[in-house]
């Protein structure tokens, strides 16, 4: 089992930053890649980042050249950095962790956008 805490979510304009932080606990050592999900008002989760344990990192290309996820492994911490946010990009925003076919999730962090 994993367990997840999102933190960092807030109110932000549009044009500004922010930075999501994920503490994952319990048998991280399992973990094979972990990732950020977002689910908008009124639609469906997807996915934002994702970063695999060998360091192979992807992004949903609406975030590409903003966002950045980055994974300390030391401190069993996965980051999410957002940079020039839009209003789209309000969400709620979810830290992920997969293991073989399980999938872990935390409690959700809100981000708003406004204009």
């Known amino acids: 089992q994993v367990q997840l805490v999102e933190s960092g979510g807030g109110l932000v304009q549009a044009g500004g930053s922010l930075r999501l932080s994920c503490a994952a606990s319990?048998?991280?050592?399992?973990?094979?890649?972990m990732g950020w999900y977002r689910q908008p008002p009124g639609k469906r989760r997807e996915s934002v980042a994702s970063h695999t344990k060998d360091g192979i990192v992807n992004y949903e290309l609406s975030v590409k050249g903003r966002f950045t996820i980055s994974w300390d492994k030391g401190k069993s911490m996965v980051y999410l950095q957002m940079n020039s946010l839009k209003p789209e990009d309000t969400a709620v925003y979810y830290c992920?962790?997969?293991?073989?076919?399980?999938?872990?999730w935390g409690q959700g962090t809100q981000v708003t956008v406004s204009s």
């Open positions: 319990g048998k991280v050592s399992d973990i094979d890649s």
């Open positions: 992920n962790a997969n293991w073989w076919t399980y999938d872990f």
